[in-house]
Every structure is written in C-alpha cells, then in structure tokens.
C-alpha cells in the first residue's frame, strides 16, 4: 500500500521560510513524479510544485523565486522549501505522487501552513 507522510507545517511570520517534507513508503517499481499542491479556504486545489525522477522541476508562477522543490536520493522523500512566506501562501499543502504505468496517483494527508504576523 502506498503511502504518503507530510510533514513541517506551522505557522510563521510574513517574510519567514518553513521547510516541508514527503516520505512514500510502499512498493513502487515505477518511476515516479513528486508535487506538493496546495488548497486554501474557497478555492481550488492547485499545484505549487512538481519533480520528475529526473530531476526536472516546475513551479507555480506565484512562488517561482521563493520555493524550491527536492527529492532525496532515496526518491522516497520529497521537500519543499519555502522562502519570503507571503500570507497569501496560506493554505494546506499536499504531497503528491504520479507513478508511471499506475492508473492513480496518490495524496497524503495535507499540513497546515499559515503565514501571519
């Protein structure tokens, strides 16, 4: 069963960074890629950052400059690291993976971010 474990939410100060991570446990024999997606109250699930197994990355254009999407070498552990926090930032993110070959992908749990003075 695959599963998706984020972590490193919190709370901070406008202008502050935090630093999320996403651990996948279970049998993948497919490369995949890892995103982080975030929702804020009223709107809809959006895409902040992506990273093939490649190592190929994209971004939203609303973070583009602030945060930067990583992979371990392991490819079993995503981060996202989050620069000049803005309040608008402010949402739950989501880990997620797109496996290769897979008929679904996969979603963890969400962690609050919430960006405040």
């Known amino acids: 069963q695959v599963q998706l474990v984020e972590s490193g939410g919190g709370l901070v100060q406008p202008g502050g960074s935090l630093r999320l991570s996403c651990a996948v446990s279970?049998?993948?024999?497919?490369?995949?890629?890892m995103g982080w997606y975030r929702q804020a109250p009223g709107k809809e699930r959006e895409l902040v950052a992506r990273?093939?197994?490649?190592?190929?990355?994209d971004y939203a254009d609303s973070v583009k400059g602030r945060f930067n999407i990583s992979r371990d070498k392991s490819q079993k552990t995503s981060h996202l690291q989050m620069n000049s926090l803005k309040p608008e930032d402010t949402a739950v993110y989501y880990c997620?993976?797109?496996?290769?070959?897979?008929?679904?992908?996969?979603w963890g749990q969400g962690t609050q971010v919430t960006v405040s003075s």
């Open positions: 997620n993976i797109v496996i290769a070959g897979w008929d679904r992908d996969y």
């Open positions: 279970g049998s993948i024999f497919s490369f995949y890629a």
């Open positions: 990273i093939r197994s490649g190592g190929m990355t």
